[in-house]
């Protein structure tokens, strides 16, 4: 089936063709998880139904998201046995 989605990161339309029918779709917008509704798609095709993401767009925002923390952990803890070190909290 041709399926035609959105995608939430580049606002375009993007076209995939999946092996899936139009009550697997119904069942998965009725509530129930996708994986068990479609077993047979990829993660990448069950990232696209949900949030209309080609593959490669998604691997370019997850490289820029890389990119962006990369100097985040300089390191200055690995010798550390302090396991409270590198982590977050909101207080």
């Not at 092996?19 to 697997?24: K, L, M, P």
């Not at 593959?55 to 550390?80: A, H, I, L, V």
């Amino acid at each position: 089936m041709q399926v035609t989605r959105k995608s939430m990161l580049s606002g375009e339309s993007n076209t995939m063709n999946l092996d899936v029918t139009e009550d697997q779709i119904r069942r998965w917008r009725g509530g129930e998880l996708i994986q068990n509704v479609m077993p047979k798609l990829s993660a990448e095709q069950r990232e696209f139904l949900i949030s209309g993401t080609m593959p490669d767009e998604w691997d370019e925002m997850m490289q820029d998201s890389d990119d962006r923390y990369q100097d985040w952990d300089d390191g200055s803890y690995d010798d550390d046995s302090n396991p409270y070190h590198g982590t977050y909290s909101e207080v």
